[in-house]
């Protein structure tokens, strides 16, 4: 039986995309050749690239003055093309520091300009969102993180900013809707709630680029790959293909705001038994809980081994919280059923009858 997979990223995908994926390897289209082995530029492999684009658009309703774009590097590579690619030179770009990813993001950017942390978390281990920050005037962007993985925080308010919104939506992407016309550009990595590693989705507005006067090297340049469509060198087929395949998924159930509403049941039946149960707190500010991951720490450590055995002998996988939190991170992406937080619950209910 397929374990119940809580991993923080990479982590759960739909199994249905994960067979027709698997199908694909070996014989994609009834072509008798693989996905992986024909060419990027042929029309097989376009459909799929401009099915994925337009699945995109149609499932987040990204307005056409907007370019979606397939890149590789991680969120991590986007957090220095986008002072690369934004940052005027001797600029200033306001960020919002809400965890390791933020604070990454932040030492890029250090390096082509001036940063101003205009909220700041770190007091309290990141376990809230900072409010009633002041974004300073004249700036080049304002970055913040949607939903910070480690720490079980998400942003529920986006900021009215006068500069261009940037997001790093890595971890909660395609989760909740969305106003695209709020953010000037959106950046996820595909590995949590989109496909394998290996494709970054980047959703841009166009008329931000090509402002700053500085010399971009051509692979960093958003422009590069607007003009190109996302194959001016090769994409990463699979991810793309396996991305392509969730959005379908993702589309086949209703969209992005029957996702949300599942998203939100799933996530309440776990917050409820952790602040229900005498065993279990969660770590996160209630009003800042994130419904992606979900963390929290068992108050008497003695019953830890028995807990973590009761998990395994369950087939529950990758619940074990980041060393900078501690305790547990149950990971409840889209694909998660609600099955699966019930067998967890069921067990944190046990562990305190014992
Ligand atoms: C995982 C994650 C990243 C890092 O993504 P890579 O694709 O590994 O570079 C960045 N930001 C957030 C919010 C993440 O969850």
Redesign the pocket.
């Known amino acids: 039986m397929k374990k119940h997979n809580f991993s923080?990223?990479p982590c759960i995908l739909p199994e249905e995309v994960l067979k027709e994926a698997s199908k694909a390897v070996i014989n994609f289209n009834n072509d008798n050749l693989s996905l992986i082995e024909i060419s990027h530029r042929s029309k097989p492999f376009i459909n799929v690239m401009n099915n994925a684009k337009d699945l995109v658009r149609e499932l987040l309703n990204v307005p056409q003055d907007y370019s979606i774009l397939f890149l590789q590097?991680?969120?991590?590579?986007?957090?220095l093309m986008v002072p690369f690619n934004l940052m005027k030179i001797n600029g200033n770009a306001s960020y919002l520091n809400t965890?390791i990813?933020s604070k990454?993001?932040i030492q890029e950017a250090k390096g082509f300009g001036k940063v101003t942390i205009s909220g700041d978390s770190s007091d309290k281990n990141f376990n809230y969102i900072p409010k009633n920050y002041e974004i300073p005037d004249n700036m080049d962007y304002f970055h913040c993180?949607?939903?910070?993985?480690?720490y079980g925080t998400q942003i529920k308010n986006f900021p009215n900013c006068k500069t261009h919104l940037v997001c790093?939506?890595?971890?909660d992407i395609f989760s909740r809707k969305i106003d695209v016309r709020k953010f000037a550009l959106i950046y996820a990595?595909?590995?949590?709630n989109m496909g394998p590693?290996g494709a970054?989705l980047v959703i841009v507005k166009n008329e931000i680029l090509g402002k700053t006067n500085r010399k971009i090297p051509t692979m960093l340049n958003y422009q590069t790959h607007i003009t190109g469509e996302s194959m001016f060198n090769t994409p990463p087929v699979f991810p793309i293909y396996v991305s392509m395949l969730t959005l379908k998924w993702i589309k086949k159930q209703g969209g992005v705001s029957v996702i949300e509403k599942r998203n939100i049941k799933k996530a309440k039946l776990l917050y409820s038994e952790i602040d229900r149960n005498s065993l279990f707190n969660g770590t996160a500010l209630i009003e800042d809980r994130s419904l992606m991951n979900i963390c929290f720490l068992l108050n008497d450590e003695s019953k830890k081994d028995m807990f973590d055995k009761m998990c395994e002998d369950a087939g529950i996988n990758g619940i074990k919280g980041h060393k900078s939190v501690g305790g547990y991170r149950a990971s409840v992406y889209n694909a998660m059923p609600i099955e699966s937080i019930k067998v967890l619950v069921d067990l944190m209910r046990k562990l305190e009858k014992n």
Request: aromatic share 6%; charged share 15%.
């Open positions: 923080a990223g590097g991680g969120a991590s590579l986007e957090f965890g990813w990454k993001a993180t949607s939903n910070n993985t480690i790093d939506m890595s971890s990595g595909a590995q949590k590693a970054t």
